[in-house]
């Protein structure tokens, strides 16, 4: 049973779930990203003194 059900092939999925998912992995990103990169940024901008 598990066999034949392996063996179908790929199934049709609904239209929205790609969107949904590469919605939810855009957020995730922005999330983790955005303050990295707000960091690097003022760290940049920051003069150095090596006195």
Do not use: F, H
């Not at 066999?3 to 199934?11: A, H, M, T, V």
């Not at 919605?23 to 150095?48: D, G």
């Amino acid at each position: 049973d598990t066999y034949n059900r392996s063996n179908e092939g790929p199934k049709e999925q609904p239209a929205w779930i790609p969107i949904v998912a590469g919605a939810t992995a855009r957020i995730w990103a922005a999330t983790l990203v955005s303050p990295l990169e707000l960091i690097r940024t003022k760290m940049q901008s920051q003069k150095l003194s090596y006195s």
